[in-house]
């Protein structure tokens, strides 16, 4: 398993940037594809992007455009820059790992590894 960290959520006004953070620990060798999630109340999980095995960014509808998907050089932590926030952007944020299919070469669609979570607030 791997054990994973957000920070970085808050409060902010529309307009405004938050950076996120996501500290994967434990056995990260295994799970070495990493993803972001949000979930607003009343409403279901949904994809924000994804940093493949090989170093490749995927953003959904949701994330592309504002958000920014990055890495440390340490490929200890994977970051989410958001900016120009807005008021329907307020949800629990959430990293997520998986692993490489070693047979087709790619990530695993099954995120079976989440952190808990960190909220995002954004006012009008």
């Known amino acids: 398993q791997v054990q994973l960290v957000e920070s970085g959520g808050g409060s902010v006004q529309a307009g405004g940037s938050l950076r996120l953070s996501c500290a994967a620990s434990?056995?990260?060798?295994?799970?070495?594809?990493l993803g972001w999630f949000r979930q607003a109340p009343g409403k279901e999980r949904e994809g924000v992007g994804a940093?493949?095995?090989?170093?490749?960014?995927y953003y959904t509808t949701s994330g592309k455009g504002r958000f920014t998907i990055s890495q440390d050089n340490a490929k200890t932590t994977m970051y989410l820059e958001m900016e120009r926030l807005k008021p329907e952007d307020t949800a629990v944020y959430f990293c997520?790992?998986?692993?490489?299919?070693?047979?087709?070469?790619?990530?695993?669609?099954?995120?079976?590894?989440w952190g808990q979570g960190t909220q995002v607030t954004v006012s009008s």
């Open positions: 434990g056995e990260a060798y295994n799970r070495p594809c």
């Open positions: 997520a790992a998986t692993g490489v299919d070693e047979v087709v070469g790619s990530c695993d669609t099954l995120f079976g590894d």
């Open positions: 940093l493949g095995n090989r170093g490749t960014i």
